[in-house]
């Protein structure tokens, strides 16, 4: 176990390359059980989510191999259908895409619940669980485990209507709805550019789907999906994350291999943080040379401010000058690094799902314990624009979804190291994401 140490209050300048994107590749990851025949994965981030995953499909009779640092290539077709357990849901919260694929391919699924939020709210599945059995499932929750059945084998094509936007329901009945029995129709869907991503993938592996990336989605089932390549899009979060850090330390950083338009809802509010951000095919130079300027957010579904990003934005809005107010509008309690914050010198107030951030002259290192994914992103972030030293505890966090992160920001001048935390002192796992 590790912990960085972060030397604070340098500009940024340089260069970065974009991985791709860890919310798609943990949709696709489950998504390539459901395939027969080789499927080729290309652009994989390499984080400790994929991994998880990768092994969830070894251990159900997968083949699977790297045929570079970002090519996996998986073989699904001698899959079996057995229990996903808790050890793999606790890990990595994702792996309840599981039940999707699953109940697609062999019209059954046994799931372990991915368990308690650390953002310190809940992450229901109820429209997940509505959608399996508006497609003719039977799901029974037993002992942590969702057990979904569909009479005859197969799922059966039909309407939905969810009652709230959920990427993770809409990523779930869309790819059991891939291999139903005739067209499935999902409305109020995500429109997240992950969504549209599976979406893709599972059309070039032979899926029938329509519409995604609006908010309704067709999908005409489909016999079987065969093997083929397909390539993960560019991850817009971890590229917002640098953004964010430009912003809150100052300089110039050419962001690489992204997509501008996936981008647009981040660039729109740091362009008014005082943020320069110019867009070169498919990377953005993002620069601030001068100081930053307070505004308001409110995270939304795509293609609003993703709440994602609020975190990692909040530690620029820190040093801007005047008042911001966050309000999140998808999660109801992601404020919990906001006391890391104080005891770095912020003024922040948080009152249910809003936090009122009055800009200070400066944040002053200290000792901080990343306690999610964006939490320790946006954490990293305050620490390399303080003044002085950080050290970020619980970083297993920052790495279930962020490649490489400290040599891409020691490429850019962040003075960043990881170093061994003695045994005693004791770190926590959860399964966010
Ligand atoms: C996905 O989570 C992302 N995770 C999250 O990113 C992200 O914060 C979230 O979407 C919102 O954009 C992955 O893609 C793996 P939701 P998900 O279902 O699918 C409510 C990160 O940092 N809801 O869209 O779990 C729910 O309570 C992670 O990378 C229900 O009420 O989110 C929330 O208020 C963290 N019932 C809202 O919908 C349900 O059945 C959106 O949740 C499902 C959700």
């Keep these: 176990m590790i912990k960085y140490i972060v030397e604070g209050g340098r500009p940024l300048f ?9 919310n798609a590749a943990v949709a696709i990851i489950p998504a390539a059980l459901m395939v027969t025949g080789p499927c080729r994965i290309e652009n994989v981030p390499q984080i400790s989510d994929v991994t998880i995953l990768l092994g969830v499909l070894q251990d159900l009779g997968a083949s699977v191999r790297y045929l570079n640092p970002h090519t996996v290539e998986v073989d699904c077709t001698k899959l079996r259908n057995g229990r996903v357990p808790y050890e793999s849901a606790r890990q990595c919260r994702a792996s309840y895409y599981m039940l999707g694929a699953l109940l697609g391919r062999f019209g059954a699924a046994d799931v372990a619940l991915p368990g308690g939020c650390n953002f310190g709210g809940t992450r229901p599945i109820d429209q997940h669980l509505k959608g399996f059995k508006a497609l003719g499932a039977q799901v029974d929750t037993q002992g942590g485990f969702v057990m979904a059945e569909a009479a005859g084998g197969r799922v059966k094509g039909t309407s939905i209507f969810l009652d709230k936007v959920s990427v993770g329901a809409t990523i779930n009945i869309m790819m059991a709805a891939a291999l139903a029995e005739g067209m499935t129709v999902i409305e109020n869907a995500a429109k997240e550019p992950h969504v549209v991503d599976l979406a893709n993938f599972l059309n070039s592996m032979g899926a029938n789907i329509m519409g995604a990336g609006t908010d309704v989605i067709k999908v005409r089932g489909v016999d079987s999906l065969r093997g083929g390549t397909y390539s993960i899009i560019p991850d817009q979060i971890e590229a917002g994350t640098y953004m964010a850090a430009v912003a809150a330390c100052g300089g110039s950083v050419k962001l690489c ?32 040379i001068g100081p930053l300027v307070r505004t308001n957010i409110k995270t939304m579904p795509y293609p609003g401010f993703p709440t994602d990003m609020q975190p990692q934005v909040a530690a620029a809005l820190c040093l801007a000058r005047g008042t911001s107010v966050i309000t999140d509008n998808v999660w109801n309690s992601r404020f919990r690094y906001i006391d890391e914050f104080k005891r770095m010198g912020a003024q922040i107030q948080v009152d249910g799902n809003l936090a009122i951030i009055e800009g200070v002259e400066r944040l002053t290192g200290a000792q901080l314990e990343a306690c999610d994914l964006r939490a320790g992103a946006a954490m990293l972030i305050a620490a390399l624009a303080a003044h002085g030293i950080s050290e970020i505890t619980n970083v297993q966090y920052i790495e ?14 962040g003075s960043i190291r990881a170093v061994e935390v003695p045994e005693e002192e004791p770190l926590a796992v959860s399964s966010a994401g």
């Design 400 to 413: 279930r979804g962020y490649e490489d992160v400290i040599g891409k920001l020691r490429s850019i001048g």
């Design 257 to 288: 291999n992204i997509i501008p338009k996936h981008m647009d809802c981040i660039t729109a509010k740091l362009t008014e943080m005082g943020v320069e951000v110019q867009e070169v095919d498919d990377s953005l130079l993002v620069s601030r």
């Design 14 to 22: 340089g260069e970065i390359h974009i991985s791709g994107a860890k």
